[in-house]
């Protein structure tokens, strides 16, 4: 009788941890508007390297590449896409972005500028 009381007793505390609701979720941020950057719209990541010199950081996802520039104030992180035998740009995000946009056009000014070399 014990046992089956004990056994009883695990099965309960089982079905209440599997009902008791999920309070910890956290809210993902909104989206940035939609829209790219005119100067950096389908640009051939010949065109980047020489506007912007070496990434800082790269990161290979099958066929797309991120490439990531960082200033003194600012990072970019461009997003290119293989497009007719090349990759090109297809999004442009900075960090810290304005409210209205998903890239700040004052940081990718001064990066095109000062492009930065790579970290070893």
Sequence with gaps: MKRI??????????AACATRPVTDHVALPP???PGEPTSTEGMT???????????????KDGETQLWRYDGATCKAFFFLYPDGGEL????????PRPVD????????????HHPQTPVS
């Design 5 to 14: 009381l004990s056994s009883l007793s695990l099965c309960l505390l089982a």
């Design 31 to 33: 989206a940035p508007p």
């Design 45 to 59: 990541a010949q065109a980047l390297r020489a506007s912007y010199g070496n990434p800082a950081f790269t990161r």
């Design 88 to 95: 090109k740009v297809r999004h442009v995000e900075t960090s």
């Design 101 to 112: 946009a998903a890239a700040d056009q004052i940081c990718l000014h001064t990066l095109a």
